[in-house]
């Protein structure tokens, strides 16, 4: 089993930063994708960016250029510097991650607990 625990969510005004961070714990054997996804109330869990142990990124589009995501030298840990933040940007923000454990032959997605990020105008 693993453990995802999120950290450095809050409340900033619009073209402040923020930088969440998410670190994986538990009986881990690897961990392939580490990504951030987002969700609003009403609203579908979208995808924000992801990035594979051999470090290639993905983004949204909305985020595109503002966001960065990175992992960690021990590949346990990912963050989310989020740049130049608009209130749409305001949502609960979610870890994942991709875990193979030594419990487990096949891999499986964990998820955080979330944590608040509010952008006012």
């Known amino acids: 089993q693993a453990q995802l625990v999120e950290s450095g969510g809050g409340l900033v005004q619009a073209g402040g930063s923020l930088r969440l961070s998410c670190v994986a714990s538990g009986r881990i054997y690897s961990i392939n994708v580490m990504a951030w996804y987002r969700q609003t109330p009403g609203k579908q869990r979208e995808l924000v960016a992801a990035?594979?142990?051999?470090?290639?990124?993905h983004y949204s589009d909305s985020v595109k250029g503002r966001f960065t995501i990175s992992r960690g030298n021990a590949k346990s840990t990912v963050y989310l510097q989020m740049n130049s933040l608009k209130p749409e940007d305001t949502s609960v923000y979610y870890c994942n991650a991709n875990i193979r454990s030594y419990t487990s032959a096949a891999p499986t997605d964990y998820w955080g607990q979330g944590t608040q990020v509010t952008v006012s105008s």
């Open positions: 990035i594979t142990n051999d470090g290639s990124t």
